[in-house]
């Protein structure tokens, strides 16, 4: 039996390839729509979500979310286990650089995708773990630009 004989067939084989082509574009279109932004630094970064307000930048005090993981995804920390944000002076030297460059230009409510080369990952004192020559990949949610005293 042919389509034109089952006419409900035809019409459940042309609604599935509407569907397949309509999650081809939406993919398509949300994709293209995260941009990867690449510094002179080396420091890579996408925006996840956009935020809203001012801008976080040198010398704001900050309450961060993060997740950091190797490059195969393999998680290696998570604040949001932690019983509040991590709170930081942008440009104070208290958090690794590119985690530091990574939230400046960032919005209230805002996350990024950092992709961070061990150049920018360099930790105080004799630090082993994470491998100091890896590639680090950061989810950074910017919670709050803390106001001034």
């Known amino acids: 039996m042919c389509n034109q004989d089952n006419?409900?067939?035809l019409k459940r084989q042309?609604?599935?390839?509407?569907l397949i082509v309509t999650a081809i574009i939406l993919c398509a279109t949300s994709c293209a729509t995260?941009?990867?932004?690449?510094?002179?630094?080396?420091?890579?970064?996408?925006?996840?979500k956009k935020g809203k307000g001012e801008v976080a930048k040198v010398g704001n005090e900050v309450l961060i979310h993060e997740k950091m993981s190797y490059q195969n995804d393999s998680l290696?920390?998570?604040s949001y286990n932690l019983p509040s944000p991590i709170k930081f002076?942008?440009?104070?030297?208290?958090?690794?650089?590119?985690?530091?460059?990574?939230?400046?230009?960032?919005?209230?409510?805002?996350?990024?995708?950092?992709?961070?080369?061990?150049?920018?990952?360099?930790?105080?004192?004799n630090q082993t773990f994470p491998?100091?020559?890896?590639?680090?990949?950061?989810?950074?949610?910017?919670i709050d630009i803390l106001a001034k005293d």
């Open 131 to 142: 491998h100091p020559d890896s590639t680090l990949v950061y989810e950074v949610e910017l």
């Open 7 to 9: 006419p409900q067939k």
């Open 76 to 78: 290696l920390f998570s």
């Open 14 to 18: 042309n609604m599935t390839r509407v």
């Open 89 to 125: 002076l942008v440009g104070g030297n208290q958090v690794i650089d590119g985690v530091d460059k990574g939230v400046r230009g960032m919005k209230r409510g805002e996350i990024r995708k950092l992709i961070v080369p061990p150049s920018l990952s360099k930790r105080m004192g």
């Open 34 to 48: 995260k941009k990867i932004v690449h510094s002179d630094s080396g420091l890579k970064y996408m925006v996840l």
